[in-house]
């Protein structure tokens, strides 16, 4: 997988290309169900309103957490990588809410949030393992 001259983990790489596309996916479908809940349903303004704006810090979060992830990647550097683990913590926790706790949280909910789960847990595995080839 890393080669003595160039390190940077392209299976690392194609994750967070396929994440950063799975998650402009994810982001217009949460947007459109948390709209399709609050006319369907009795929703709360006060919660349609933190469910917006977690969703929103979710974006902004992970944009920063891939563009960090690609950076560190591709030159190599660990601490970058490191940075972009931590931030995955967050965004694992923003899943879990929007998967769990969230005012109303139907099947699609279910099934979306997963598969970013999944994701998650894909790409912090080869993080660790990309980070300790950069170490060694």
Same mark, same amino acid.
């Given at each position: ?12 790489? @194609? ?15 949460? @947007?459109?169900?948390?709209?399709? #809940? ?68 139907? #099947? ?17 595995? @080869? ?10």
């Amino acid at each position: 997988m890393l080669s003595s001259s160039q390190m940077s983990a392209v299976p690392l790489q @194609l994750l967070f290309y396929v994440n950063g596309i799975y998650f402009i996916f994810y982001f217009l479908a949460t @947007l459109a169900m948390l709209l399709y #809940k609050s006319q369907a349903f009795s929703y709360p303004e006060d919660f349609l309103s933190v469910d917006l704006t977690l969703l929103v810090i979710m974006a902004i979060a992970e944009v920063l957490r891939l563009y960090l992830g690609v950076r560190g990647n591709l030159t190599e550097e660990e601490s970058l990588l490191r940075l972009s683990l931590v931030m995955t913590v967050g965004s694992v926790f923003l899943t879990v809410y929007f998967l769990v706790w969230q005012t109303y949280v139907l #099947k699609t909910d279910v099934i979306l949030n997963s598969v970013l789960l999944v994701f998650y847990g894909m790409e912090s595995v @080869l993080k660790v393992s990309a980070i300790v080839a950069f170490i060694r």
